[in-house]
Each structure stands twice: as structure tokens, then as C-alpha cells.
């Protein structure tokens, strides 16, 4: 194995993953781990020309365009699971086999969703700095416990399957949507089987778990959100346009949402532009699309995909 830019490489790696991970699993091969190349797109493509494997987050658009360049590419990885930014078809169209870690950072989401309900519905920490400044507000800091509470998912597949085991432990009862489980699925034997309508109106926490498809973009809309329970929760880790984030501002503003935690967004990276709606709303979260990403599972990701990257490569 070497790194070099003198030779074009074997496996383009254009974002970042444990490299020394990378370097053990892959290790008779020529590899070049770079990931400024998802900013580059000309020296991504360039950088091609021999590929046989190019591994990726959700960032590196892997379409036509990059296809054409990379003649002998025969397999992406893909450091996550979500899809969009992988046209499936061309790769079909060109012979090239996507390999997605699936359920290696599911436990991180699944915690990050849990860590934002009660967070959210503590409300304690935003005593630090009245504190600070010489406060004791013991007596407006009354939060909620997430114990007794309703849990709404939306989409039942691995991840919010680990969400509902950590919140069924915490006390909570768990609804969840999801028109394309079967009925007679054993997962349902921990969930109780919602329509969309019956979860807003009910749930005191609704977490987002879909693919970003055409049926889901906007799935969570101003309709929606205005259905959801006074003072309820909305956390979205799934991805950015699934949620409008408008209607998400508006109604923590009017007070009808007791909190968010928003994880992905319509425009990633969000800048000084798309970030100003944000600005002074209360009882917002905001992480920039870290939820699967803890030490743990970008070992365990890095580890699946360089794995499933040498066991496609002919
Ligand atoms: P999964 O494929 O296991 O589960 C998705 C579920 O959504 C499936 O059960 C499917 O039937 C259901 N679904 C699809 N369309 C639906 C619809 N219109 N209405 C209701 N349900 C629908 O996927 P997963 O591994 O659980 O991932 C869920 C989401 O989390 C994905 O969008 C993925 O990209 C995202 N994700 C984000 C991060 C992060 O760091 N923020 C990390 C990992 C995954």
C-alpha cells in the first residue's frame, strides 16, 4: 500500500474515514485518502482515471459526470447508508456496485436522538450561563422527564427500530409510520401501528427515520407540524428536506413546538445565508448532519466499507 500522488491510485477515498483503518484493510493496494477532493470536483475527477473503487460520505455527488471518468471504477463505498447523493441507476447503467455500511452507525443516531428528547425536554442546561452571571433559577427550570412520554417515529427501519428499544427502556411508549412494514412484521410487537394523522396528534416526541425520496420530501410540512401536540418534540437526524425547516422556525417562535433538534439540512453545509433563519429561535438544536458520526461508529464504518470495497474489487 502506498499513498502517493505521484501514480494514479487504485482507491480514491474523497472524504474523510479512519485512515489507518482504511490503509490495514486495504493494504495491498494503491490508495489515496483525500478528502478535500469532495471540495475539489476537478481534481476528484481527474484523480479517477484508474479507479477501481472510490469510497465516499454523502457529500461526493457520484453521477454520470464522475462515472465517465472513471472507466474502470467497479465499486463505490459509501461511509453511511443514505443514498442521495449516489444516482443508482447510472451506477447500474455502468456495471458499478454500491456498497453502503449499513447499520454500522445506527447505535450512534439512535443515541443522539435519545440524548435530544431529554434534552430538550429537561430544558436545564440553558441555566449555564444565567448562572454565570450570578442567577439561581431554580424555580422556572421545571422540565419534563422523558419517562411516561410518547414516542413517534417515522419510518420503522434500523435505526428508529434502536431508537424505540433505548426509549422503550426510558418509559416510553413508541407509535411508529411505516406504510412499507408489513403488518404481520415482529417489529411491530414493540411498536404500536400509526397513521401519520394519529402520530402528530398524540406523540409528545416525533423523530424522523425516512429516506430522502420523492415521497418524503416535504413529508413533514407546515400541515403536519401544525397537527403535532402543544409543546411537543421534533428531532430530524434523517435528512435534510424531509422537514421544512420554515414551518420548524415558525412554530418554535409561536411557541407551539417545545423543542427541535435539527441534524440535516435543505443546503449542507448550512452558511451565514441559510443559517439566519436560525437565529435567536428558542429551544432549537442545531448539529451539522453528526448524528451517526461518534469515534465508535466511524471505526465501525470505515472498517465495513473498506471491507466491502475489497471483497467487490475483481
Ligand atoms: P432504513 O432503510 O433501515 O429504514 C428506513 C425506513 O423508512 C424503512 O423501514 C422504510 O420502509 C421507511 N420508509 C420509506 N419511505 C417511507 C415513507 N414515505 N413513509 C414512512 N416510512 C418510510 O434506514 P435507516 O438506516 O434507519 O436510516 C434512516 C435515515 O437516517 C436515512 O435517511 C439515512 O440517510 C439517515 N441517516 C442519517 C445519519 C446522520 O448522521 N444524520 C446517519 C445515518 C443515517
Known sequence: MSISD???PDIVISEFMDKDIALEVLNNLDVQYDPTLVDDRIALLKTLAKARAIIVRNRTQVNN????????????GRLGVGLDNIDLEACKAHN??????????????????????????RGAWSATDRMIAGEWPRTNLMGREISGKRLGLIGFGS????????????????????????????????????????????????SVHVPLTDK??????????RSMRLGSILINTARGGIVDENAVVEALRE????????????????????GAIFNEVPNLI??????????????RVSFLTAQNVLKHLC
Open 159 to 206: 435505526i428508529a427500530r434502536k431508537v424505540a428499544a433505548r426509549a422503550s427502556a426510558l418509559g416510553m411508549d413508541i407509535y411508529a409510520y411505516d406504510p412499507y412494514l408489513a403488518a404481520n412484521d415482529a417489529a411491530w410487537s414493540n411498536a404500536y401501528r400509526a397513521t401519520l394523522t394519529k402520530l402528530a396528534a398524540d406523540c409528545d416526541v416525533i
Open 96 to 121: 458499478v456496485v454500491v456498497c453502503p455500511a449499513t447499520g454500522a452507525n445506527d447505535i450512534a443516531v439512535a443515541e443522539y436522538t435519545i440524548t435530544a428528547a431529554i434534552v430538550l425536554l
Open 216 to 225: 418524503t420530501r416535504n413529508l413533514i410540512d407546515i400541515k403536519f407540524i
Open 286 to 299: 442545531l448539529t451539522p448532519h453528526i448524528a451517526g458520526i461518534t469515534k465508535e461508529a466511524n471505526q
Open 255 to 274: 411557541n407551539k413546538l417545545g423543542g427541535a433538534a435539527l441534524d440535516v439540512f435543505n443546503f449542507e453545509p448550512l452558511d451565514s445565508e441559510s
Open 6 to 8: 505521484r501514480k494514479l
Open 65 to 76: 459526470e464522475l462515472l465517465e471518468h472513471a472507466p474502470n471504477l467497479q465499486v463505490v
